[in-house]
């Protein structure tokens, strides 16, 4: 029995890519150089480029073969530990990212956030299908 629960909000985003597994799980990896003009990525594997919300930094923690794609994702106002999956189905990929609120976020930033990155998702999945 536990003496105290933690309450944390999260959403679950999943979207459908028509593309095998493979190539949407590479994509993914180069998507910040196609969707911000000034993404540069360091000798450490950390993406810097500018935001909404000021400077910020990405790093993913994939996993090829296990279709992990879960990243640090870091601004001028919050810090994010994302889990990320690109799940087979078919000649198509399914992509489920998970964002908890990061406790320096409100609920109304968390949820003007979520719209966002709702919105950041479906151009990543256009950039990913239209890419040849």
């Known amino acids: 029995m536990f003496d105290i629960f933690t309450v944390t909000r999260s ?3 999943s ?3 028509r593309k095998k597994t493979g190539d949407v799980f590479d994509a993914i990896l180069q998507v910040p150089s196609k969707m911000m ?3 540069k990525m360091d000798a450490e594997g ?4 500018t935001t909404l919300h000021g400077k910020a930094r990405l790093k993913f923690n994939e996993n090829k073969a296990l279709g ?3 990243h640090q994702y870091i601004d001028e106002e919050s810090s994010w530990n994302v889990p990320m ?3 087979s189905s078919g000649d198509f990929s399914e ?4 964002l908890n609120k990061p406790d320096e976020l409100s609920n109304e930033q968390f949820d ?10 479906v151009s990543m999945k256009n950039i990913i299908e239209l890419d040849a």
Do not use: P
Not at 95 to 98: A, E, N, P, R
């Open 37 to 39: 003009s000034d993404a």
């Open 85 to 87: 999956r690109v799940v």
């Open 15 to 17: 979207i459908i890519v």
């Open 46 to 49: 950390w993406w810097y480029f």
């Open 68 to 70: 992990i794609l879960d």
């Open 112 to 121: 003007q956030r979520i719209s966002e990155i709702g919105k950041m998702i």
């Open 11 to 13: 959403r679950t985003i």
């Open 95 to 98: 992509v489920v990212i998970t």
